[in-house]
């Protein structure tokens, strides 16, 4: 009896090719079957969820995210604007109360740098401090919401002409 295996060759034939290891030649292939039947129209695409599609949507949005591109004169402005000589000033100046009830301090930077002959200011720096009045010094009196206040203060401005 002769046993012979695949990939080796038997009695009166010669071996013309290496043993096989599980490996197949490709031969001709089919054409994978169509799920749906060809039309004029191209299928629609699907959404994938991977990183370059994400990066895409990015940059479809980017143009809502950027600020707007300024001329170059707008740019010019800008600059001279900023290199406005201005000057620090220092002093003490009330800021008046806003309609909303909350101090004004542009109001008081504008008074402590027309106070030094300036045209406008910024407030750099504030203070504040509780104002009351002499009715808390009584003994034995009970306070009132309405005895003491704090004021806000400007004690430095930036100021330009």
């Known amino acids: 009896m002769l046993l012979v295996l695949p990939g080796t060759a038997g009695p009166g034939r010669a071996q013309s090719t290496a043993p096989s290891l599980g490996l ?11 799920s749906t039947p060809p039309s004029s129209a191209p299928p629609a695409r699907e959404e994938n969820p991977g990183l370059i599609n994400e990066m895409g949507k990015l940059f479809d949005k980017l143009p809502s ?3 707007p591109i300024k001329s170059p004169s707008e740019t010019i402005d800008d600059l001279s604007r900023m290199a406005k ?4 000033v220092s002093g003490r100046v009330a800021c008046p109360a806003s309609s909303n009830g909350a101090p004004d301090c542009k109001q008081a930077a504008d008074r402590l740098c027309q106070g030094q002959g300036y045209k406008e200011g910024k407030s750099l720096n504030a203070d504040s401090a509780q104002s009351c009045s002499a009715k808390v010094l009584i003994p034995g009196r009970p306070r009132k919401p309405d005895d003491c206040r704090t004021d806000t203060f400007v004690t430095s401005a930036l100021c330009q002409n």
């Open 85 to 88: 000589p201005s000057t620090m």
């Open 65 to 67: 995210i950027l600020p």
């Open 24 to 34: 197949q030649e490709p031969g001709p292939q089919a054409p994978p079957p169509q």
